[in-house]
Structure formats: C-alpha cells, structure tokens
C-alpha cells in the first residue's frame, strides 16, 4: 500500500507541473494514473481477501454532484454533450484519487505526512512562481 501512496503524491504533483492540469495529455495521464492505481487497489484487496473501507462524509456530496452530472448527460440535457462526457471523465480520476486518498492515508502519521507533502510541494511550486515572475 506504500507504493500506491507514493503514487498518488506522484500523480498529484504531475498533474500541478503539467501546466496545471489543463493540458489534454496532462488529463489523460491523469485519469490512466488515477485508474492504474485504483486497479493496484484493488488487486492488493482481493489478495488480502477483502477492503476494510472506511465511511466519510464527503461521498455524499460527490455522489451528489455526480448523479447530477450524469442526469444531465444521459438525459440529453446538457448544452454541450461531448465536454459533459470529457467533464464526467475528468471528475471520476478526482473521485478516484480522493476513495484512494481517503483509504490509504487512514492513520494520523500517514495523513500528516501528506499534508507535509503537500505543504512542502506548494511552496515550492509558489517560490518557482516567484523566481520565474
């Protein structure tokens, strides 16, 4: 599970320094990484015969925000169809990453040593913003 965890800081900060986020290949890796790790996940449960899953409040709000966005698409009420799927794409790496996130970093030390993590990251991405301005 080390290794997963290691992934998600990974991922999060090429998705910072691949202008942001916003560029096409910076999603697609985004969303192959999210679900690459989620497969990891999920072959490391079922070896260990199960996942111990833990309940957070802020599923429901991305479920929520999920359902209505897939309302919207599947019913044909969107005014752009084909950037309500891209959107839809996008938003389950980040739901993804977040169930991943959620259930890793289950111990205070290991959430502590995430948030130094992206303590740390963002002040250097800043100070690079800084020297560069």
């Keep these: 599970m080390k290794a997963i965890r290691i992934g998600i800081c990974v991922l999060v900060a090429f998705a910072v320094l691949s202008f942001g986020g916003v560029e096409p290949w910076g ?3 985004l969303e192959i990484g999210a679900a690459a ?3 990891a996940w ?3 449960a079922v070896r260990r015969r199960g996942a111990n899953l833990h309940w957070n409040w802020l599923y429901l709000p991305l479920f929520g925000l ?3 966005a897939m309302g ?3 019913l044909g009420i ?3 169809p084909y950037l309500t799927k891209v959107e839809l794409l996008k938003w389950g790496a980040y739901v993804l990453l977040f169930f991943l996130t959620v259930e890793l970093f ?3 030390e290991q959430r502590k040593q995430f948030v130094w993590f992206l303590v740390i990251f963002g002040f250097a991405v800043a100070l690079f913003g800084i020297v560069q301005h």
């Design 72 to 74: 919207q698409y599947g």
């Design 78 to 80: 969107s005014v752009y």
């Design 66 to 68: 999920g359902v209505f």
């Design 42 to 44: 999920g072959i490391l």
């Design 37 to 39: 790790l989620f497969m």
């Design 106 to 108: 289950r111990t205070q």
């Design 27 to 29: 999603e697609a890796i």
